[in-house]
């Protein structure tokens, strides 16, 4: 088993798990009937098609 020979400060542990928890955006794709950005492999929430079929009727906001 491993021995700590040098403590770490909390700034240092800190910056360097600052590096691995950085998050990336998400990558959007074009959807093929309306041509908006949406998450890829999702129900596209403007125009509710997936997979080039409708698959959920969106209700008309007035």
Do not use: D, F
């Amino acid at each position: 088993m491993g021995v700590q020979q040098h403590r770490h400060s909390k700034a240092r542990v800190r910056r360097s798990r600052a590096v691995v928890m950085k998050m990336k955006a998400p990558g959007y794709v074009e959807c093929p009937k309306c041509h908006e950005y949406k998450m890829p492999h999702r129900v596209c929430p403007s125009c509710g098609y997936y997979n080039e079929k409708i698959s959920v009727e969106l209700k008309n906001e007035k």
